[in-house]
């Protein structure tokens, strides 16, 4: 995503909540191999999709940047911590 690739994934886990379906990347039902090769045979052939995806992946991943992402996992740390501490 960070690189501006479009992105095909399944919909589950880590990906289902990072990616929105059409937006910045390309859901498909998990273990569903035909989903998956109809979604790369689609992107393969229209350019124009694969540009504004992997535009908007670009753009998505920058949510997702060490200076964003480290203060919410400080943050977390620290409030386990408290309720670990007696």
């Known amino acids: 995503m960070a690189l501006g690739c479009a992105v095909v994934a399944a919909d589950a886990g880590g990906p289902a909540e990072i990616i929105t379906d059409g937006v910045d ?4 039902e998990p273990s569903n191999v035909g989903a998956l ?6 992107l393969s052939g229209s ?4 540009r504004a995806l992997g535009e908007a992946a670009r753009v998505r991943a920058g949510d997702f940047v060490g200076a964003k992402i480290a203060p919410q996992v400080q943050t ?3 409030r386990v911590a408290r309720r670990r501490t007696p």
């Open 47 to 50: 350019p124009a999709e694969r």
């Open 25 to 28: 990347g390309v859901l498909v």
């Open 37 to 42: 090769a109809e979604a790369l045979t689609r």
């Open 76 to 78: 977390v740390y620290t």
